[in-house]
């Protein structure tokens, strides 16, 4: 199949849609961001790439780097990983606290702020270096250095009320091992990894060779492993708007409050779609609009 001009008309297409929608404001970083931006790429699982629109331009990738830091845990502990983590949709907005009281401090799922904030933890658990590790592991998914936006990251933790009463109260359970502190650290970090939509194609075309690094046979997850991560962000991926991605594109996907938002269509492909303005439940409206696109034209799905 002939992707570019697929993508050259989804960017034409999407263009008038990058009005829609506000960048996130909580994040004062964030906020200063032109919202009439679009960009889209892709990568096949033999490493053929399309691009079109600003896919070289980097963003702040956000919850996107919730995947990339479970990968890391995923490689580190294993099963373990799960015995403070759950698996469950939230069908709430990605920071809420709400079920955490009544689920006794451990998270629904991995991909909501509470959820890698655990995994933050267990990660820096051991790890004098955890920040660097995560940065590694992306640099080398991706092919190129990647790097952390540290204006980002410093706004995100002047700001971040909401994750450190998140991370209190879980440590309030016992369920954070590390100070606060440290654990925040890493997670203020890693959302503020600084990456364009064809660096992500490239570093998540993992998740679609079952577990495959992007470039050689080297292991990156087990299959078992990458059946998971997909079926996570199917269900999980876009917060309280799975049901809705799931029934509009049918694509594991995970969004991030930058815009941009990865899909992986197991055996294929990577699509990654970027465009600021956000919709009600923090997802890029010009970017969901994308990936539907895609499916109806290329008649690419999961199902
Ligand atoms: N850094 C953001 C936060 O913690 C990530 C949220 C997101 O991208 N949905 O609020």
């Not at 640099?139 to 952390?148: K, N, Q, R, V, Y």
């Not at 941009?260 to 997802?283: F, H, K, M, Q």
């Amino acid at each position: 199949m002939d992707f570019q001009p697929i993508l050259e008309s989804i960017a034409s297409e999407c263009a008038p849609l990058t009005r829609e929608g506000a960048v996130a404001t909580y994040i004062p970083a964030l906020a200063r961001v032109d919202q009439r931006q679009f960009g889209i790429a892709l990568r096949t699982v033999d490493g053929m790439e399309a691009a079109a629109g600003s896919a070289t331009t980097r963003f702040s990738i956000q919850s996107i780097s919730k995947v990339l830091s479970l990968t890391l845990g995923m490689q580190r502990l294993g099963e373990r990983l799960w015995e403070r983590i759950g698996r469950e949709p939230s069908g709430d907005p990605f920071n809420s606290l709400v079920q955490l009281e009544h689920e006794h401090g451990v998270p629904r799922n991995p991909l909501i702020n509470a959820g890698a904030i655990a995994v933050a933890d267990r990660l820096v658990s051991g790890d004098a270096h955890a920040k660097e590790s995560l940065r590694a592991l992306v640099s080398d998914l991706a092919g190129t250095p990647i790097a952390f936006d540290r204006e980002v990251a410093n706004s995100e933790a002047a700001t971040g009320f909401r994750n450190f009463a998140m991370a209190n109260f879980m440590k309030s359970f016992g369920k954070l091992d590390n100070p606060v502190d440290e654990v925040l650290d890493l997670y203020f970090h890693q959302c503020a990894l600084s990456m364009s939509c064809a660096e992500l194609a490239h570093a998540f075309s993992y998740l679609a060779r079952d577990g495959r690094h992007p470039d050689s046979d080297q292991v990156v997850l087990d299959p078992k492993q990458t059946r998971r991560v997909n079926a996570l962000m199917l269900t999980c991926g876009t917060y309280d708007a799975a049901g809705e991605f799931a029934f509009r594109i049918g694509l594991p996907c995970k969004s991030g409050v930058g815009g941009g938002i990865v899909a992986v269509i197991p055996d294929r492909l990577t699509l990654v779609v970027w465009s600021p303005g956000l919709g009600p439940t923090g997802n890029s409206v010009a970017g969901m609009r994308a990936l539907e696109l895609f499916v109806e034209k290329t008649k690419l799905s999961v199902f």
